[in-house]
T-cell receptor, first 116, second 112 residues
Framework: DADVTQTPRNRITKTGKRIMLECSQT?????MYWYRQDPGLGLRLIYY???????NKGEISDGYSVSRQAQAKFSLSLESAIPNQTALYFC???????????????FGPGTRLTVL | DQQVKQNSPSLSVQEGRISILNCDYT??????FLWYKKYPAEGPTFLIS?????DKNEDGRFTVFLNKSAKHLSLHIVPSQPGDSAVYFC???????????FGDGTTLTVKP
């Protein structure tokens, strides 16, 4: 079973609709992240959360909101989808660094979102 | 301004030869660097990392080199195999900030 799951895997929607992408993890990690990837580009950080009560904006948070419902769940919402939000969305998790450094992130399989 | 750059969008090598993927960064606050590998229809997976206190880290066929003065790192794959064909992302982390900045990726094709 996958450690980081994302639902849905694919979604086609229309401009102006509200969309929620969900992420769940069984790794027991404190930290969770949402990224988007556009063709030919890298991963850009939308929002991140270091624990349930901590939410932070990333470099491209405009037009998005998030909810950290539990340690294992982190949802991304598009309140009113627009075509330039068509992209591949990835959720990731990482452990809180302790005595040994670990900044490794573990990614879900991605959600392909198309906004018409 | 892009803080992490992978200037080669693609690289093609013959099976058995060395693949060298490059990455440059501009932020001197980055202190930990990672390489991720991504196959189509999958999320990126961690490959290898290096701390800023080191200049080399090796794991099997994969070696990452860090040149702090040049703000440059590279990933060497020897020997390259067709299964290595994927997109490779370089990522740089400021440990205090707790988040990574990614390059745009290099698509590696290893020809049999």
């Amino acid at each position: 079973d996958a450690d980081v799951t994302q639902t849905p895997r694919n979604r086609i929607t229309k401009t102006g609709k509200r969309i929620m992408l969900e992420c769940s993890q069984t790794k027991g990690h404190d930290r969770m992240y949402w990224y988007r990837q556009d063709p030919g580009l890298g991963l850009r950080l939308i929002y991140y959360s270091f624990d349930v009560k901590d939410i932070n904006k990333g470099e491209i948070s405009d037009g998005y909101s998030v909810s950290r419902q539990a340690q294992a769940k982190f949802s991304l919402s598009l309140e009113s989808a627009i075509p330039n939000q068509t992209a591949l969305y990835f959720c990731a998790t990482s452990a809180r660094p302790r005595s040994t450094r670990t900044d490794t992130q573990y990614f879900g399989p991605g959600t392909r979102l198309t906004v018409l | 301004d892009q803080q992490v750059k992978q200037n080669s969008p693609s690289l093609s090598v013959q099976e058995g030869r060395i693949s060298i993927l490059n990455c440059d960064y501009t932020n001197s606050m980055f202190d930990y660097f990672l390489w991720y590998k991504k196959y189509p229809a999958e999320g990126p997976t961690f490959l290898i990392s290096i701390s800023s206190i080191k200049d080399k880290n090796e794991d099997g066929r994969f070696t990452v080199f860090l040149n702090k003065s040049a703000k440059h790192l590279s990933l060497h794959i020897v020997p390259s195999q067709p299964g290595d064909s994927a997109v490779y992302f370089c990522a740089a982390t400021n440990t205090n900030a707790g988040k990574s900045t990614f390059g745009d990726g290099t698509t590696l094709t290893v020809k049999p």
